[in-house]
């Protein structure tokens, strides 16, 4: 296992680039996506030369964390081991158990909403013999269910995702060379012709974020545009705080998306009322996409993580 974290640096690119590799749009997200798989195959290999029985992974929102967990398992399959993926959020404590808010409401966020003994239990159980019996989390019942689930990693790699996936209470009494903690991010922002940043890493979760929860979880912009600050507090409380424990990092950028998300989100702006809170902070975004030319979604491809934000083609 390293020693120390890998940096990965972010890297701002001009616009002017972006969008001559876009006259070929295609190519250009083939390209994109062959660079994002080079990126799994090297972490992956990372992890089996590491000898870790337990991968914990995680990421700010709308990083793409959750596909990428999937599409490690999946490496990690293909060169002849065994992986499975578990989900933190199948260790909710459930209703009438999380912990309260100062204004009395439920927090989902913090770490307290796991079963942090059952958690750690699963996990030394998986980090000794590579399987355990895991629960299950029935989301419209907001309750563990009666079952449970076993996962068999033997002589393979658990892949832990989720938002609490470095917090040292969960891996502290885990041996060091079980453990192996990825952190999935994005890495690549972008400049105007002078040089000037005008996407953040940032901007471009939010745009993410936005499409998703506009096409699948019935939000419009201003909702999310409304949430979005406290995403952010959430991250910086439950993430950044342990984002140097990192001993590998996954780049998630996909230099193609900024012409993606002006094709996803300008007709948003069409949708929100001058007079909505967030009308103008959509309409700045969207200026900052004018910049790029657009991608057509029908060109990103079926596994394609940015395809958890934008669906598969009807």
Not at 3 to 30: H, M, W, Y
Not at 34 to 46: G, L, P
Request: proline fraction near 7%.
């Amino acid at each position: 296992m390293p020693n120390s974290p890998t940096r990965i640096p972010k890297r701002l690119v001009g616009g002017n680039l972006i969008n001559f590799a876009a006259a070929r749009p295609q190519e250009f997200v083939d390209l994109c996506e062959a660079e994002y798989d080079a990126r799994i195959r090297r972490i992956s290999q990372a992890v089996l030369d590491s000898g870790c029985a337990v991968v914990l992974l995680t990421g700010p929102s709308s990083s793409g964390k959750t596909t990428s967990a999937n599409r490690l398992a999946q490496a990690i399959r293909a060169a002849g081991r065994r992986s499975e993926v578990i989900s933190l959020d199948d260790f909710f404590v459930g209703e009438g158990r999380y912990p309260k808010r100062p204004d009395g409401s439920d927090d989902y966020e913090c770490v307290e909403a796991l079963d942090i003994p059952l958690l750690r239990s699963c996990l030394r159980d998986l980090a000794e013999t590579g399987e355990c019996d895991m629960p299950q989390f029935d989301f419209l019942t907001q309750l563990p269910r009666p079952e449970r689930c076993h996962v068999d990693c033997r002589d393979g790699v658990a892949v832990i995702e989720g938002l609490h996936a470095f917090n040292p209470l969960l891996t502290d009494h885990l041996p060091k060379s079980a453990v192996l903690l990825v952190y999935a991010g994005m890495r690549e922002e972008y400049c105007d012709d002078a040089g000037a940043r005008v996407l953040a890493t940032r901007d471009l979760r939010l745009a993410r974020r936005i499409t998703r929860d506009y096409l699948f979880r019935g939000h419009d912009a201003d909702f999310t545009l409304n949430l979005w600050p406290h995403v952010i507090s959430s991250e910086n409380k439950s993430i950044k705080v342990f984002k140097n424990r990192a001993d590998l990092v996954l780049d998630t950028s996909f230099s193609c998306e900024p012409g993606l998300w002006r094709a996803e989100l300008l007709p948003m702006v069409q949708k929100m009322t001058p007079s909505a809170a967030n009308a103008a902070r959509l309409a700045s975004l969207c200026a900052q996409l004018r910049l790029f030319t657009p991608v057509d979604p029908a060109m990103i491809p079926a596994r394609s993580i940015l395809r958890e934000f934008i669906g598969q083609n009807p």
